[in-house]
């Protein structure tokens, strides 16, 4: 019986729609520089807060009203929420879902019996995902919640949790490449450290190397050649993770060669704790050629924490699409909901208005994004801007024909340098703000 019976399959009907379970902006289909929008965002609904979050929070219990759900961990349960899941992916016509293994199967009192449940859920997964044409974005593994982790998983001071986590990552790949998954994310939910007191971090992260080195070697043996992704964080749970953002996690694969084999799902409420924009992690990633994924959300700059919301801002997609499209795409990865609706916002219901809504709001980000540079609106002001490098000096120093004595000599004989241009950053905010309001 359908789990959300009063609703048909989300469909586009266009900007003049009121309907709040209709696109207005969202049609799969329709192209925008050469790939369909389907093509472009690959949405994936993610598992854990669309079906297991309950709206809880540090001061009360969840309010979430979810009538598929009998409130327990049993097996039956998790494989009946999985099929409550694949209506609602139908139903919002998203080609993709993501999940950590703890999302979908609940932990056993062994490991063997862990893995017998989630072998039983995969079972009803695969099936959906045959009989409905969604596919696995990507899976991870949970290795933050259990007390186990208090330490940590792949950094923990403990070598048992160590062996406990690698076979936990081992089983999520296994799961994730049975169903096809076209990446595996690594999110170090406590890879990290409070107090240096009681840390050595150098050990630590020599850890977390071989780990990752073990998890490349496994993907060899089973054939898996998905994507590996780095989500990089920079605080909760810990004081201080190291993967603290797309830099930090750049430096760290190249200092213990794995940059061949990771590239990054970057997040954006993410982003706003470690103190940057969405697009300066997109622009330096794409720049560094590790650009994979994206979780979709955004944060609330009033609350210090990770709220994990759906992005309606046109401002904020406008940017991740531009520089989305300045680096090619997304490749394997996707535009992933990594987002939860408000504790207030309770019925079933609520997860469709939120879905349509951020889907519709990346979609206009795309045609604005798409605008802007049909008509070279920042680029060439950009190429303008450092034109002086284009030819001359300039054209030595990046080509490395010079040297400081060399540049000494030139400026001696100069006498100075040539004036400044204007960085023009109102005006070129207002021309954002004009393609803005143009779509």
């Known amino acids: 019986m359908p789990a959300f019976p009063d ?4 469909q586009y009907e266009g900007p003049q729609s009121d309907n709040p379970l209709a696109f207005r902006w969202y049609n799969p289909e329709e192209v925008v520089e050469g790939k369909t ?3 472009h965002f690959r949405f994936s609904i993610v598992y854990w807060h669309t079906f297991r979050g309950t709206g809880s929070d540090p001061f009360g219990p969840g309010t979430a009203v979810r009538p598929w759900d009998d409130g327990t961990e049993s097996v039956e349960n998790a494989q009946n929420r999985a099929r409550v899941a694949f209506e609602l992916f139908e139903k919002l016509q998203a080609p993709y879902y993501a999940f950590h293994d703890r999302d979908v199967a609940p932990e056993g009192a062994s490991l063997s019996e ?14 959906e995902q045959q009989r409905s044409g969604v596919k696995l974005l990507w899976g991870t593994a949970n290795m933050f919640s259990n007390p186990r982790f208090m330490h940590g998983a792949a950094t923990t001071c403990n070598a048992d949790v160590f062996a406990y986590a690698a076979a936990q990552v081992k089983k999520a790949m296994d799961v994730t490449h049975r169903l096809g998954g076209e990446n595996y994310v690594f999110w170090g939910g406590r890879e990290g450290y409070q107090n240096l007191y009681n840390t050595d971090m150098k050990r630590e992260l020599d850890h977390l190397a071989k780990f ?3 998890a490349v070697d496994y993907a060899k ?3 898996f050649t ?3 992704l780095i989500e990089p964080k920079p605080k909760e749970p810990t004081k201080h993770q190291y993967d603290s953002d797309a830099a930090a996690c750049m430096n760290f694969l190249r200092a213990y060669d794995l940059t061949d ?5 970057l997040e954006t409420n993410h982003a706003t704790l470690a103190g940057h924009t969405m697009m300066h992690e997109i622009d330096y990633t794409g720049a560094q050629g590790a650009l994979g994924s994206i979780d979709a959300n955004t944060g609330d700059l009033l609350l210090g924490w990770d709220t994990d919301q759906f992005a309606t801002d046109y401002y904020l997609t406008t940017q991740m699409m531009y520089y989305i499209l300045k680096h090619g795409g997304l490749g394997s990865g ?3 909901f990594d987002a939860k609706v408000r504790r207030e916002s309770f019925e079933p219901i609520d997860l469709f208005y939120a879905h349509v809504g951020s889907m519709d709001a990346y979609a206009k980000g795309l045609k604005i994004a798409a605008a802007i540079r049909a008509d070279n609106a920042l680029e060439g002001f950009i190429s303008e801007r450092y034109s002086s490098f284009d030819s001359g000096i300039g054209a030595k120093i990046e080509a490395g024909e010079v040297s400081f004595a060399d540049l000494e000599a030139y400026m001696l004989e100069k006498g100075d340098a040539a004036p400044n241009v204007s960085g023009r950053q109102e005006l070129l905010e207002s021309v954002v703000n004009r393609y803005i309001d143009r779509v």
């Open 226 to 228: 998905g994507q590996f």
């Open 212 to 214: 990752f080195h073990m």
């Open 261 to 265: 084999h990771f590239k990054l799902n």
């Open 114 to 127: 862990t893995n017998a449940n989630f072998d039983a859920v995969a079972d009803v997964l695969e099936e």
């Open 37 to 39: 929008m389907k093509d």
């Open 7 to 10: 609703i048909s399959t989300v």
């Open 334 to 336: 996707g535009v992933n």
């Open 221 to 223: 043996e089973i054939g």
